[in-house]
C-alpha cells in the first residue's frame, strides 16, 4: 500500500477539494513523495490543473476497459495522474451494477497504489456510491472546509455520514480538517476557526489563506504552487502538506 492515502471530500461543493488535491500533490511531489491523483469528478479540474488530457481516465477503469496503469498520466516529475474522462456517468452505471460497489476502488486500485508513496482523491460534492468506494479504499478522508456558516452546518452532516459508513467500515475515518478560502480580514472566519478548533483539535490544519492568485492559476493550466510559489496561498499549502505527510 502507499505510504500516505486520502480521499479529499465534503458534502459541500466549492470549498476547495480540487484546489487541495492539486496543490497538496504537487508540493508532495516536489519533495519526493511519487505521488499519484485520481480525479472522480466529471469536472475534471485536476486535468485542467496540470494540463494533461482528460478525454479517457478512471471512467474507462470503471468500464473495465482500462487498468489504472493504462489510464494514468505522468504530469510532472514524481507527479501522475488519472483524470476522471469524459464518460464519468457511465463508468457509475457499470459500478452501480457491481455485486460489491463498496469494494470497487479497494479491488481495482490497492496493488497499483503500491507504487506511489502518496495517492489522493478528488471527488465531487455530496456522497454518493463512488465516494464511498473511494474513502472504504482509502479509509482516511481529508475533509476541506470554508470558513462560513453554511459550510459548518453541512461539516457536520458530513461528518454524521462517514460515522454512518464507519460503522460498516471502522477503519473508515476523517484524517484531517482543512479551512480553505481563510480570509483573516473577516471576524466570522476566525470565529469558525475557533469552532472547528473546538471540534477537531489537533486534525485541524493550518488554514489555506485567500489569494486571487488561485483563480489566474487556474487559467494557466497551474495550482498555485506552481504558478506563484511565493504567495500566500501557495505558502499556506505548503505548510499544510507538511503537516498532513508528517502525521
Ligand atoms: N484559498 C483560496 N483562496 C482563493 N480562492 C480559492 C482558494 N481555494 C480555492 N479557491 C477558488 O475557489 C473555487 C472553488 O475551489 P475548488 O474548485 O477547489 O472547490 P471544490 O470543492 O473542488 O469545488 P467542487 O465541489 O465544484 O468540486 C475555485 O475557483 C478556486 O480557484
Ligand atoms: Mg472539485
Known sequence: MAKKIFTVSNFKGGVG???TVANVGYVASLAGWKTLIIDTDEQNQIASNFGV?????????LMGDMTPAEATKEARENLFIIPAGQKVPRGKKE???DLQPNTFMTRALSEY???FDLVL???QPGFDQLVISCMVF???????????????ESLVGFVNRVRELAAIYPEVHIARVI???????????????GELKSSFADKLTTPALTDGAFKSAHRHGQCVCEYAPKGNGAKSYIDITKEILAS
Not at 179 to 193: F, G
Open 179 to 193: 479551512p480553505t478560502m481563510h480570509d483573516k480580514r473577516y471576524k466570522i472566519t476566525s470565529e469558525m476557526l
Open 95 to 97: 459500478l452501480a451494477a
Open 53 to 61: 488530457d482528460r478525454e479517457q481516465g478512471l471512467d474507462r477503469v
Open 121 to 123: 482523491i478528488d471527488t
Open 113 to 115: 497504489a503500491k507504487g
Open 17 to 19: 477539494k480540487s484546489t
Open 138 to 152: 482509502t479509509k482516511a478522508i481529508l475533509a476541506p472546509v470554508t470558513s462560513d456558516a453554511k459550510a459548518a
